[in-house]
């Protein structure tokens, strides 16, 4: 197992409450980790993840709520 594996494997996943059950496009996010914010697509747990630093994922956040991206 590495590393980045090792870490995942404390993952508390939550997807988002306005997600359906639809089989959508849907993302589930872990806070918990040690100075790491995870991503996954909610339709494959199994499969890979993204990680970023805190830091970038605050932005990120930040900047979705500033409606600074084109949907």
């Given amino acids: 197992m590495d590393d980045l594996t090792h870490h995942l494997s404390g993952a ?10 639809d089989g959508g496009n849907c993302v589930e996010v872990a806070t918990n980790l040690p100075g790491l914010v995870a991503v996954r ?3 494959d747990p199994s499969g890979p993840a993204l ?3 805190l ?10 709520k500033r409606g600074s991206f084109e949907v």
């Fill in 41 to 43: 697509d909610s339709k």
């Fill in 51 to 53: 990680t970023f630093g």
């Fill in 12 to 21: 508390r996943w939550r997807k988002s409450s306005l997600s359906g059950d």
């Fill in 55 to 64: 830091g970038v994922w605050s932005a990120f956040v930040k900047d979705i």
